[in-house]
């Protein structure tokens, strides 16, 4: 909307100007943080969900064949039949 005063015509002008300027600025803020944790989060060697639970099914079934081979009560009922 224009109006007939050339003062407030120039300070809408700015005020929109400066929102947009923020705006930017505010998603360049966003864009840096979230690189910035994408890198630390490469650094820490972190490993995803399915690598963990197949190394702890791994453990489980490690610790299940130690205690069979100890020779545990109960450790029998839980190994597999093995054939032979």
């Given amino acids: 909307m224009q109006t007939q005063n050339p003062f407030a015509d120039e300070f809408s002008k700015l005020t929109t100007a ?3 300027l ?3 600025a505010g ?3 966003k864009a840096a943080f979230r690189a910035q944790v994408d890198r630390l989060a490469a650094e820490m060697d972190f ?3 399915d690598e963990f639970e197949a190394v702890k099914a791994e453990i489980a079934s490690l610790r299940e064949e130690v205690a069979r081979l100890k020779g545990e009560p109960g450790a ?3 190994a597999p ?3 032979g």
Wanted: glycine share 6%.
């Fill in 47 to 49: 490993i995803r969900r």
């Fill in 18 to 20: 400066a929102m947009g």
């Fill in 76 to 78: 029998q009922a839980r």
């Fill in 27 to 29: 998603e360049e803020a």
């Fill in 81 to 83: 039949q093995e054939a």
């Fill in 22 to 24: 923020a705006q930017a």
